[in-house]
């Protein structure tokens, strides 16, 4: 997105805002449209450093950035936004995407905003409170024999989508921005999340942790920090496995080249670390049980990876916390039952 139509985006907050002070009274949040409160530079989302009680290392600094903040509660909200905006639906087309939930959740949100109609194929090892969402907000929903973790690009919800798109028994009715191969993944992340974090730790940042999904958020933040500082190091975190229950999160690597996401720059990641199920759901909890921070299980993951780097590493971390717990309760409730 260029600079003045990321300006633009804010521009009902702001003229407010002066509104409100040339009348003398505080400036409100009150915004013309759920669209405004999508997180960007204007408006970051918060970053929380982490206690000795989590982090036990004195010279590794860990920040977390929490995406839950944004209006639909993830981090994905960015990426909707700019998709939406990319993609031209004529008269009768319906917007189609495959998701693991929190694009879809984003994007059914901002299309209903905008009158759009929309489908959505979901593997079916979504989380429940994911799916429930999506059905809450009225999207046309279709549960897809998946894994979580599908080989790139034409399985699963992936296939469905695709089809969908190109069969000509549906005759151009649907339409789908593709978050997997589209720029403009990259293009909110470099837009919004990579400033928001060089502005937020004034440029003191050492490693950037992400995880692999649709590799938008390691591509996009990566490809700016690295810009300003080419010493940062940019550390994505897997899956241990294909087979897991870290929606969002997936493992690329030795992948064959034709299974490699379309839209990650493998030439921006400094080190890749592995994470199981286990590891990541216990830093989760650990998180909300030290810090009152609840997050996702995949934020679990980045936060035990960081934590092992930070064992034997000095400086100060970032750590990308997709969304928040509460879409996961059903997955933590397992771990809790075997306390």
């Given at each position: ?14 003229s ?16 013309d ?29 860990i ?43 984003a ?5 209903n ?24 907000l ?18 699963g ?7 969908m ?7 151009g ?6 978050q997997?191969?589209?720029?403009l ?19 003191n ?9 649709t ?47 379309k ?19 216990e ?17 679990g ?32 409730a ?6």
């Amino acid at each position: 997105m260029k600079p003045q139509a990321c300006a633009q985006q804010n521009l009902a907050c702001r003229s407010i805002t002066t509104r409100a002070k040339t009348s003398n009274t505080p400036p409100q949040r009150v915004y013309d449209n759920i669209v405004d409160l999508i997180a960007n530079p204007d408006n970051p989302t918060p970053m929380v450093k982490l206690s000795e009680r989590y982090n036990t290392s004195s010279d590794f600094d860990i920040f977390i950035k929490l995406e839950s903040f944004n209006p639909f509660g993830s981090i994905k909200d960015r990426t909707a936004l700019y998709l939406l905006r990319g993609t031209h639906l004529a008269d009768g087309q319906v917007l189609a995407e495959p998701t693991a939930g929190n694009t879809g959740i984003a994007l059914a949100a901002l299309s209903n905003a905008q009158g759009t109609p929309i489908a959505l194929a979901v593997p079916e090892a979504t989380p429940e409170e994911k799916k429930t969402l999506l059905r809450f907000l009225g999207a046309e929903l279709l549960e897809v024999e998946d894994e979580l973790c599908p080989l790139f690009p034409t399985e699963g919800a992936r296939g469905v989508v695709k089809s969908m798109v190109e069969s000509a028994a549906f005759n151009g009715k649907y339409v789908s921005p593709n978050q997997y191969e589209n720029q403009l993944n990259v293009e909110a992340h470099y837009h919004t999340t990579g400033p928001e974090i060089w502005n937020q730790t004034g440029g003191n940042i050492d490693y950037f942790f992400a995880a692999f999904g649709t590799c938008g958020t390691i591509t996009g933040v990566g490809r700016y920090l690295k810009e300003r500082n080419p010493d940062i190091k940019i550390i994505g975190i897997e899956p241990s496995s294909r087979a897991h229950k870290l929606s969002g999160i997936k493992q690329i690597s030795n992948l064959p080249d034709e299974f490699k996401p379309k839209i990650l720059d493998y030439s921006l990641i400094d080190d890749i670390i592995a994470v199981d199920d286990d590891d990541a759901f216990e830093a989760g909890i650990q998180l909300a049980r030290t810090e009152g921070i609840m997050v996702g299980p995949t934020t679990g993951a980045l936060l035990h990876a960081a934590r092992q780097t930070g064992a034997t590493a000095s400086g100060r971390a970032v750590v990308i916390s997709p969304d928040g717990a509460a879409k996961y309760v059903s997955a933590y409730a397992e771990y809790l039952d075997q306390e």
